[in-house]
């Protein structure tokens, strides 16, 4: 009898719970900002022969070693918390009980163990899943063991859940499969972060719903893999501004669109296209997840991604993502709403010849007319920090941005109080330097 009281009590809270989040994000009180963390993926690969590449194959080892820079080189106290494990962790085979199991040679200790220790230094693991049959580079799958698998990630400790989308059979069962891997998490009662391929692997054939999508992913990857090299990154960014109607809207606390891997301080973008990286991802609200050797990255790099400005626009609280306003000859006009009716404002000059270009705009562009109505201070983050002073809503700004570069500024709205006339800063000409 109290066995049965109890499952019906059980039951009604599940409805309850179903009908109070039937409509919004993933309500699994995680990513309330954009998840921030490193992710092996784009940097490392599936690189597995340790003997050969002892330093950069997927072990335990790796992943240690990124948990301990983590702590001292100051990335975890930016905000820098996942350590993440991509695809290639594990054996071929899931173990007598069905689990799947991580390569004994290169993960000796076991998950449970690599858990234990990222979390002792304060910071928490990533795991990475494949809603088919096999995972993208060939290991075992989920398709068929979501409850086993998620209860398994969430024994072993982990906090966040990458879960690809190769190998998924019909659209229906990858549907299924991303919605039936979110209920598992939910069930384990452990918090887990739940990172989606969902949209991307349907798009071909399908429109994504985002509102459903959001109702069970915290984040979701919409485009193709990120490379490092500047076509990859531009890309992404066109991408996203040309399906910017249909993505913007739906991102917020709990639920963000993720353009992938942030590939700053490897080989093949230009400074310039970094710090286009890095601007853009915080004006799209992105999940900030590096992909690079954290032994061996220039000061530079490490400036550019530990910037505290930068990652308040990427973690403002409001959680809206930002959107391209205008693309005029060569310059791109991205804004992001703020906090407190502030705005961010990136200028990216997408011309690849020449040198710096000059782009012109009123303050009138920005947020509606209201960005600087009456007045606003205007401060730029990127390329460097620089006080611009008081403008008001007729002011012009005259902007030099480096070829594939991107200047990146916050504009602070002021009211008119009796006591706070501002001095305005009408036609200011301004050249930022580059570091
Ligand atoms: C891709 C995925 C990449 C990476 C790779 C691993 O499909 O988009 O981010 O996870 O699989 O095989």
Redesign the pocket.
């Known amino acids: 009898m109290g066995t049965a009281v109890g499952s019906w009590r059980g039951a009604t809270l599940a409805w309850v719970l179903v009908l109070l989040v039937g409509a919004g994000a993933l309500e699994n009180g995680l990513a309330r900002t954009p998840t921030m963390g490193w992710l092996h ?2 940097r490392f690969l ?1 690189s597995t022969d340790c003997a050969r590449e002892p330093l950069s194959c997927i072990s335990e080892h790796l992943f240690m070693q990124m948990a301990d820079l983590m702590v001292s080189d100051g990335w975890k106290d930016v905000g820098y918390e996942y350590v993440c494990i ?3 962790w594990m054996s071929l085979t899931r173990d007598d009980q069905d689990r799947l199991q991580p390569d004994p040679e290169r993960f000796p200790s076991g998950i449970r163990k690599l858990a234990d220790y990222v979390h002792s230094k304060g910071l928490k693991l990533g795991i ?1 899943g494949d809603v088919g049959n096999k ?3 060939g290991f075992p799958g989920s398709y068929g063991y979501y409850d086993l698998d998620a209860q398994t990630f969430a024994d072993w400790g982990v906090d966040l859940l ?1 879960f ?3 190998n998924y059979g019909t659209q229906d069962q990858l549907a299924e499969g991303y919605r039936n891997m979110s209920l598992a998490l939910n069930k384990t009662g452990r918090s887990i972060v739940y990172s989606c ?1 969902w949209p ?1 692997y349907m798009r071909p054939m399908q429109k994504p719903n985002y509102t459903e999508i959001k109702h069970y992913c915290n984040h979701w ?1 919409n485009f ?2 990120i490379y490092d090299a500047w076509n990859s990154v531009k890309n992404t960014l066109e991408w996203t501004a040309l399906h910017q109607d249909s993505i913007v809207d739906v991102a917020g606390p709990g639920g963000w669109n993720d353009p ?2 942030l590939v700053i301080g490897n080989f093949g973008l230009s400074w310039d296209q970094q710090l286009t990286q890095m601007a853009l991802w915080a004006i799209m609200a992105a999940p900030l997840l590096m992909s690079n050797d954290l032994r061996h990255i220039s000061p530079q790099a490490k400036w550019l991604l530990q910037n505290k400005d930068v990652i308040a626009i990427n973690q403002d609280p409001l959680g809206k993502q930002g959107y391209r306003i205008t693309k005029e000859n060569n310059f791109e006009l991205w804004e992001r709403p703020l906090s407190g009716g502030a705005y961010a404002v990136a200028v990216l000059n997408r011309q690849e010849i020449g040198g710096p270009q000059i782009f012109s705009f009123s303050t009138s562009f920005i947020g509606n007319g209201l960005a600087c109505n009456p007045a606003c201070s205007i401060q730029q983050i990127l390329p460097t920090s620089e006080d611009w002073g008081l403008h008001n809503w007729v002011s012009f700004l005259n902007i030099e941005v480096n070829p594939t570069g991107t200047v990146l500024l916050k504009v602070v709205v002021i009211g008119e109080t009796p006591d706070e006339k501002p001095v305005m800063n009408i036609n200011k000409k301004l050249s930022p330097d580059i570091l």
């Open positions: 993926w784009e599936c991509d695809d290639c990475y995972t993208c580079a990458k690809d989308g190769c391929e991307l990857r193709a893999d992938d891997m």
